[in-house]
């Protein structure tokens, strides 16, 4: 049985006076949603401010981004070694923003996720198509293409420290959240995708959704076979939205 997770992407958002208020909703509600493990990303800056409100309690923290870099001269970046020093258990790598906006490739998400886990953090390896392409047909392939990038950097088995998440980068910020089905299809493909090299490494992977997630389309998205959480933007913002799609990984098990 894998325990849900579902983590909030906070991206480019908040202020230490809406983190106070946000983290004091979201502790407010985490004994009623035990069964999921909760985590939030903070911008860095916030990070600090988060480890110091959520020390002692179930939720975990992570980072959005790592540099792909151990120390040195490299201006503005971020190294796992200072995620872990704030108590980060979690780091996103290969969001669609950092990919598309950022120019992240394939090649630089792969080494981000063996940084991330050599040092300890778990790596949210996220990956999904855009629109045009799944209009042309090639979700799957573009899929295969961004976990092929890491497996073949890693192996399959570093999966296991890892996450993946869906997120199709058309349902992103966008409010049109993939059906159900849709999403169970490409969550299926992966798992089978990683299953085909290593049974137990696919058993037992999270694969988060993420893409508009909110409290009324959780249930019926975590009630699939193969979504095993969320990795929540817009809806982390607001501690009862954020609570009500922990409320339902909660209740999926
Ligand atoms: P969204 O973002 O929930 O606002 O669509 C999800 C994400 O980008 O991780």
């Not at 997770?5 to 106070?20: C, D, E, F, I, Y």
Request: some cysteine; glycine content about 12%.
């Amino acid at each position: 049985m894998r325990q849900p997770l579902v983590a909030g992407n906070w991206k480019m958002n908040g202020s230490t006076a809406s983190v106070r208020e946000l983290l004091a909703g979201v502790n407010a509600g985490l004994a009623g949603v035990a069964k999921c493990e909760v985590a939030v990303c903070p911008p860095y800056l916030y990070i600090p401010q988060v480890q110091a409100e959520l020390s002692g309690t179930a939720a975990a923290w992570g980072g959005q981004n790592l540099s792909n870099q151990l120390s040195g001269a490299f201006t503005g970046e971020i190294a796992a070694s200072m995620l872990l020093d704030f108590g980060c258990t979690y780091v996103i790598v290969g969001h669609s923003e950092r990919r598309t906006l950022y120019g992240e490739d394939d090649a630089l998400v792969a080494a981000k996720f063996a940084v991330a886990r050599a040092a300890g953090l778990k790596p949210i390896l996220c990956v999904g198509e855009t629109l045009s392409e799944r209009e042309q047909g090639v979700t799957e392939a573009v899929i295969a293409r961004q976990l092929d990038a890491v497996i073949a950097v890693e192996g399959v088995a570093a999966l296991a420290a890892g996450v993946i998440a869906y997120e199709p980068v058309w349902a992103i910020g966008t409010g049109k959240t993939a059906t159900p089905e849709q999403a169970q299809e490409v969550h299926a493909f992966i798992r089978g995708r990683i299953a085909a090299l290593d049974v137990g490494v696919a058993e037992g992977l999270r694969i988060l959704y993420g893409g508009s997630m909110k409290p009324d389309n959780a249930v019926q998205l975590m009630a699939k076979p193969d979504i095993d959480g969320g990795l929540i933007g817009g809806a982390a913002l607001v501690a009862k939205d954020f609570l009500g799609i922990c409320q339902a990984a909660h209740a999926s098990l």
